[in-house]
């Protein structure tokens, strides 16, 4: 029995590998998540066979209750928000990690010295991912909204984690006695809270990562402590992994680790408002159509804006339009359009748009010299010039779509507020007053729909703003 | 039993595979990868139903029964969220294949 189980726990470890294999690329992806799910589902069965297991009856309430939970709210989340709910879920496996080491370490009779330790490493790295990714939650979920940063937030954090280091070390080499573990925990859960706390909005999808792999982590720390060679595997595999996504994701928005853990985002201001080339102009939705339809090569920028305002269905039944007519049409994703790398992809294709229309933005960038018409939709900072030239500014350095060297430029915003890394659009306006005079007179020409002749509005519920940058050829 | 280097070893290698296998990943998959990496931790729930089954005292089994309901919500709700991003990811060829 014990080499049924082992042999099934090797099986899941595969296919949890095979599956994470299988998950890097796009065609085989759908594949990658059922393998995994697979091995989890056998590795969860085979695991009820383990002998001398009791209180197997709580155990089924608690599954139940938490795959009902999980699998209603999974299914209910909107793509929109799915960065917060992968930020809770992960929370949980972090909690849970936590709660395995709390068990373990009450009763530190059955571990020897070094599992001992393991368990109170895996605990603190668990508790820390576990209320860290619940603020992460709250933040993207809109329940937090400013970043919080008390004076001297550092030494305080840094106090913080010296005492839980030394309550931790107190455990594991002294004496388990219940009083410090109580404390330890305490401590480990407010030192998530605090370090999270001060870190903005933008960089919380490199927070998020972090949390994940983190949790990874201490899953398969407390798998050396329970002995459990698919927790070991599973759990390392995804540390690492986790590690270097978050290294993707933090060079992919020119925001090295040190500086989104250790400073908080857009307290410089840096209003820094450019001069542009060429003339900005409101553009009615008909001319905005026109443009388009007779255009050889359209490509659109779509940001976060769009899929707030549920745009991308249309913009997807414009592109459609545009194609049969011979229009070239490309989406070009910045890496941190949306809320995350690779979020507005998923956006993008839960509107039904195929994949090898959507390019990354090393891939596109030189399109857009040789481009008629830049549709930059809900799109901010990822078009920003600012970013090539003003040093002052909090995205400066920062690689941007090369919208402006597009021959058109149609820019389609809510408003003329600053964007969500806090820089105002300084792209296509020369001063602040032009914008909002060009936003009352662009008030109307929104519907860029109807210019390729057909009923029905584009962006209706999302404008009012067009506005058109033609340049001076 | 997994004990001294072995444990070390596993530990390296497993290190090395994570970082290999998703090291050439396109940034779109970036935001399901990410979800589907917190599924596969969500393998943590093999280790609380064996902290709950091991549990003796009330204090262990209401710990233990926490760590169960958290990992199970890991590994659903992990699972549920990737699957739906990833079926959404679809090539123009596909499309027309219906």
């Known amino acids: 029995m014990d080499n049924l189980i082992e042999a099934i726990y090797f099986v899941a470890a595969f296919l949890f590998i095979f599956g994470l294999k299988r998950m890097s690329s796009p065609s085989t992806a759908r594949g990658g998540i059922l393998w995994a799910g697979v091995g989890m589902m056998a590795a969860t069965l085979v695991t009820f066979a383990i002998p001398g297991l009791e209180n197997i009856a709580l155990m089924l309430v608690a599954i139940i209750m938490g795959s009902v939970i999980a699998y209603v709210s999974g299914k209910r989340v909107a793509m929109t928000d799915m960065p917060q709910m992968i930020a809770l879920y992960n929370g949980m496996g972090g909690g849970a990690a936590a709660a395995i080491a709390a068990v373990e370490l009450v009763k530190y009779g059955e571990h020897s010295l070094v599992h001992m330790n393991l368990a109170v490493l895996g605990a603190l790295i668990g508790a820390v991912s576990f209320s860290g990714s619940l603020i992460a939650f709250a933040k993207l979920q809109g329940w937090l909204r400013k970043a919080v940063n008390l004076p001297m937030m550092q030494l305080i954090n840094l106090l913080l984690f010296s005492l839980t280091v030394v309550s931790g070390v107190y455990i594991g080499f002294v004496e388990p006695d219940a009083t410090v573990i109580v404390l330890f925990f305490v401590l480990a859960l407010v030192f998530g809270v605090m370090m999270t706390l001060p870190i903005g909005g933008a960089d919380m999808p490199v927070v998020i990562s972090l949390f994940n792999a983190l949790t990874g982590l201490a899953v398969g720390l407390e798998g050396f402590v329970l002995n459990n060679a698919a927790m070991i595997i599973a759990g390392t595999v995804v540390g690492s992994a986790g590690t270097l996504l978050t290294q993707l994701m933090a060079r992919a928005m020119n925001r090295p680790l040190t500086n989104v853990l250790f400073s908080s985002f857009g307290s410089s201001g840096g209003a820094g408002e450019e001069q542009v080339e060429g003339s900005l102009k409101p553009v009615e939705a008909d001319d905005a159509g026109v443009m388009m339809a007779f255009a050889d090569k359209v490509i659109i920028v779509p940001g976060y804006g769009m899929a707030v305002a549920q745009a991308q269905h249309k913009i997807w039944e414009l592109s459609k339009q545009l194609i049969e007519r011979g229009v070239t049409v490309k989406f070009a994703i910045h890496p941190v359009a949306g809320r995350m790398p690779g979020h507005m992809n998923v956006l993008l294709a839960e509107a039904g748009v195929p994949y090898d229309l959507i390019f990354d933005l090393d891939e596109i960038n030189e399109d857009f010299t040789t481009c008629d018409v830049a549709l930059v939709i809900g799109a901010n900072d990822v078009v920003n010039p600012v970013a090539r030239t003003n040093p002052d500014s909090p995205i400066y350095g920062m690689p941007i779509l090369d919208a402006d060297k597009s021959k058109n430029i149609i820019v389609i915003k809510r408003g003329t507020g600053a964007g969500f890394m806090t820089t105002r659009p300084a792209c296509f306006t020369v001063t602040a007053r032009t914008w909002r005079r060009s936003w009352y007179r662009a008030s109307k020409a929104y519907n860029a729909h109807n210019c390729a002749n057909q009923p029905g509005p584009v962006v209706d519920h999302y404008g009012p703003f067009c506005l058109c940058l033609q340049k001076q050829l | ?98």
């Open chain 2, 1 to 98: 039993m997994i004990e001294g280097f072995t444990a070390l070893y596993i530990f390296m290698l497993a290190a090395f595979t994570g970082y290999e296998v998703i090291s050439r990943v396109p940034v779109i998959l970036h935001t399901p990868l990410m979800s589907g990496s917190n599924f596969v931790h969500g393998i943590v729930l093999v280790g609380a139903m064996i902290a709950l089954g091991h549990a003796e005292t009330t204090a262990e089994q209401v710990i233990g029964f926490f760590g169960v309901l958290l990992a199970s919500m890991n590994a659903v709700g992990g699972y549920v969220v990737t699957e739906r991003m990833l079926e959404m990811f679809k090539s123009s060829k596909e499309k027309k294949n219906g």
